[in-house]
């Protein structure tokens, strides 16, 4: 599976949109694209996830770019509950169990 | 509700003893997964299992042992081998591989050894 590169931290103002990067220069064509974040000290939560085309969700959007090389999450009206750690991730859906979660990106939401 | 239930949320152990940490999913899902989390640190994967009665080993299996003998069950033992046991530990599961579908985590263990 693709590793990916992501900054280690962020700030974001409240009620601003937050763009989270991710580097994943190495996926393959079968790779699904995931983003989770991990409130501290629960189990990680799942986001959105896409593979070609830009998707979005009540939570969030996904943007990938036509290479497919890197992606952002935007985060349209980030509120102080936002502040988490943002994990992404790549998986191939035929081998599901290597998925490799970097140490993330912290997002910390100021008021 | 569907989930995944892990006991206990703190686990206090001595130093050489081995200590079995349990997750229980009800969700349906095929394939369950062991990570550990150290401070500030992401998640790295232990064993993970694809089907029942059968089980993988991930980037640090070294010291722990597994065994899938229910499809809703995935216990983690830590064993006396492994050096610096003390970390969070959180279980996933997945639905079939072969579908898009993403983890669903569990609440976590957090063992300390003393």
């Known amino acids: 599976d693709a590793k990916t590169t992501q900054p280690p931290s962020m700030d974001c103002a409240e009620g601003r949109a937050a763009n989270l990067p991710c580097n994943h220069s190495?996926?393959?064509?079968?790779?699904?694209v995931y983003w989770y974040r991990q409130i501290h000290s629960q189990g990680p939560q799942y986001i959105i996830h896409g593979l070609k085309n830009n998707e979005t969700n009540e939570m969030a959007s996904l943007i990938i770019t036509e290479d497919r090389k890197s992606s952002t999450l935007i985060l349209p009206h980030a509120t102080l509950r936002d502040t988490a750690v943002y994990y992404c991730i790549v998986r191939v859906n035929t081998n599901a169990g290597k998925s490799t979660f970097g140490d993330g990106t912290t997002l910390t939401v100021k008021p | 509700d569907g989930g995944i239930t892990q006991s206990p949320k703190y686990l206090f152990r001595k130093e050489g003893q081995n200590v079995t940490l349990s997750c229980e999913q009800n969700?349906?899902?095929?394939?369950m997964y062991w990570y550990r989390q150290d401070p500030g640190q992401g998640l790295r994967l232990i064993y993970y299992?694809?089907?029942?009665?059968?089980?993988q080993k991930g980037d640090i299996a070294e010291g722990y042992s597994v065994s899938r003998e229910k499809k809703e069950s995935f216990p983690l033992t830590v064993t006396s081998a492994q050096k610096n046991p003390t970390a969070f530990y959180l279980c996933a599961s997945s639905i079939d591989p072969g579908v898009a579908g993403g983890y669903t985590f569990g609440s976590g263990t957090r063992l300390t050894v003393v």
């Open positions: 190495t996926i393959s064509g079968n790779e699904y």
């Open positions: 969700l349906n899902h095929d394939a």
């Open positions: 299992s694809q089907i029942v009665n059968d089980f």
